[in-house]
Every structure is written in C-alpha cells, then in structure tokens.
C-alpha cells in the first residue's frame, strides 16, 4: 500500500523558513517523481514544486523560485522541501504528490498533508 | 502553459447522475488530464487519468460509478447513481512540457 506522511508543519513568523518532509512507503521511491502541492484555506489546489525521480531536475512555480527549494534522499524513501522568505499568503496545507512515472504525469497518490501557518 | 476551466459549482440528486466539465484552453486540446475529489476535510484523491481519445484509466479502488470522456478540448467526469459520499470538489489536473503542473479552480459538487 502506497504510504505518504508529511511532517514539519506549524506556525512561523513571515520572512521566517520551514523545512518539510515526506517519507514514502509502499512503492520503489527512487523510480517516481515527486511534487509539493499546497492550499491555501478556502482555496483550490496549487502546485508548488516537482523533482524527477533520480533528483536530476527540479521545477517550481514562479511564486517560490528562489525561496523554496525541493529535494529527496532515494536511500531515505524521503521528500523534502526548504521553505524561506515565508509570506502570509502562503499559509496552507501543504500535500506531497506521487507522479504516476519518473518524469512527466499526473499524481496518483497524495499524502494528508501538513499545515503551515506564516503569522506573527 | 495550459488553463484548466472548471464550473464551481454543481448539484445533482441521490441516485441520479452527474457530468463535471474541464475545459483545456485554446491550443492544448490534446492534452491528457486526471481527475481528482476531495472529500470535505480529506486529502485529494486520485480518481482518473483522462486522454483526448475518450480512454481513461482509474485510480485503485475508484468505483464503476465513476467514468470519463472528451469531446474536443472538453474533459469529462460522469457519476453515476450519486451517493452522498460524492459530495465533494473535483480537481482536473494537467502538466506542460516542462512538467508544470496545473489545476483547475475546482467544482464544489452537492448531492441533494
């Protein structure tokens, strides 16, 4: 069974960093790309970051280049993204995604996600 | 990059049937798409990936009630013999080349 379990979520002052993980479960991790995906309470779903399955290419939406940075440990099974310069705005739960093969596609599996909250 | 259009809102009565609609933007009606709900409170859910041609695939344990197809730049997801657990908002889900993914504004379904 396909298992994603976000962590590093809570309460941080803007301009302040969070670090997220997601440890994965269930299927071979390092042969999947992986996404972040967050939203905003009320909101709809937006996507925030990807990595291909082997670490090689990253992407981000245009909001968080240069603040946030996605990453993963194949020998962890683990996801990771660093977040910096946190804004209000960006108060969400934040999902982890599975693609559904090693480069491009959709996501098959979701985690339950991890609440950040930039506030002072 | 794609624009996913989706209706916000939907309602549809127990036991009867419902067809949600994503609309691709001009110049990428053939893309694929998936379809995803979101129970209130709950993580999405993967349902469906969704081809121009009409074929889709669903997502493990997705039930029969659930079905896809394309007209055009139109994407569709049909539910059928609504139950209240439908009662949801559906994501359409694309990607570029780029690997840029992107959703629709989603459709708050409610089952009457």
């Known amino acids: 069974e396909v298992q994603l379990v976000e962590s590093g979520g809570g309460l941080v002052q803007p301009g302040g960093s969070l670090r997220l993980s997601c440890a994965a479960s269930?299927?071979?991790?390092?042969?999947?790309?992986m996404s972040w995906v967050r939203q905003a309470p009320g909101k709809g779903l937006e996507w925030v970051s990807g990595?291909?399955?082997?670490?090689?290419?990253?992407y981000y939406t245009d909001s968080v280049k240069g603040r946030f940075t996605i990453s993963r440990d194949n020998s962890k099974n683990t996801l990771y993204l660093q977040m910096n310069s946190l804004r209000a705005e960006e108060t969400a739960v934040y999902y982890c995604a599975k693609g559904e093969s090693g480069g491009s596609g959709c996501f098959d599996y979701w985690g339950q996600g991890t609440l950040v909250t930039v506030s002072s | 990059q794609p624009v996913l259009t989706q209706s916000s809102s939907a309602s549809a009565s127990l036991g009867s049937s419902v067809k949600l609609t994503c609309t691709l933007s001009s110049g990428h009606s053939t893309y694929i798409i998936a379809w995803h709900q979101q129970q209130p409170g709950k993580a999405p859910r993967y349902l469906m990936k969704?081809?121009?041609?009409?074929?889709?695939n669903k997502g493990s344990g997705v039930p029969a009630r659930f079905s896809g197809s394309t007209s055009g730049a139109d994407r569709y997801l049909t539910i059928s013999n609504l139950q209240f657990e439908d009662e949801a908002d559906y994501y359409c889900?694309?990607?570029?080349?780029?690997?840029?993914?992107?959703f629709g504004g989603g459709t708050k379904l409610t089952v009457l």
């Open positions: 990595i291909s399955a082997n670490g090689g290419s990253t």
């Open positions: 969704l081809e121009g041609s009409g074929r889709y």
């Open positions: 269930g299927f071979t991790f390092s042969s999947y790309a």
């Open positions: 889900e694309t990607w570029d080349s780029n690997t840029h993914k992107v």
